[in-house]
């Protein structure tokens, strides 16, 4: 099922008409994200493609995220893809603080396509691969999903798209935007 992001009521676009998501698998290993972006895609400023690779500062142009967090503690994992194939994954011990950046193997998987008005990406996380999100370590905890996104536009404008959004300024990292929940052990 397709998930609309919503768009931050103070920062409007005039370039994309929608953002959807759908969270195609979660097992125990494996967390697939379909993104799909739909608008005037000739006038987003989409980074060129580049090796897949870690990559800091994602979040500062066009950008897909994901935040992972548990009901039971205030640490939470970030997620940054790029359209260019590049990825970032950092933990962080609270809201904004202690912050490590991480580099799983196999790294995430970003692939994107571009049909007409539409640019989709696929990504898949292996969650295995990642200290603090392994099997063993999410079995029988709940786990929270935020999903957002970063638009700029060929004139440099920013709009920022989530699932929810908290008051005030736009905040990905906020607690209110973890508006999915997901068991950590599916069956």
Avoid at 7 to 34: F, K, M, Q, R
Avoid at 146 to 158: D, F, K, N, R, T
Avoid at 168 to 182: E, N, S, T, V, W
Wanted: aromatic content about 10%; overall charge negative.
């Amino acid at each position: 099922m397709q998930t609309p992001l919503l768009c931050h009521p103070s920062t409007p676009d005039n370039v994309v008409s929608g953002i959807t998501v759908e969270v195609d698998s979660l097992t125990a290993d494996l967390l697939v994200l379909d993104y799909r972006i739909r608008g005037d895609i000739d006038r987003l400023q989409l980074p060129a493609q580049a090796p897949s690779k870690f990559q800091d500062l994602l979040w500062q142009q066009t950008c897909l995220e994901a935040f992972i967090g548990f009901d039971d503690s205030d640490a939470y994992f970030e997620f940054n893809f790029s359209p260019s194939s590049q990825w970032a994954v950092y933990r962080f011990g609270s809201y904004r603080q202690n912050v490590t950046s991480l580099n799983p193997l196999p790294p995430p998987r970003v692939i994107v396509r571009r049909h007409g008005d539409e640019l989709e990406a696929d990504v898949d996380i292996h969650l295995g691969a990642i200290p603090g999100l392994t099997a063993h370590e999410i079995k029988g905890r709940n786990m929270r999903l935020a999903v957002s996104a970063v638009m700029q536009s060929e004139q440099g404008v920013i709009s920022y798209w989530a699932l929810a959004h908290p008051p005030g300024k736009p905040d990905f990292h906020h607690r209110d935007g973890f508006a999915l929940r997901l068991a950590g052990d599916p069956a």
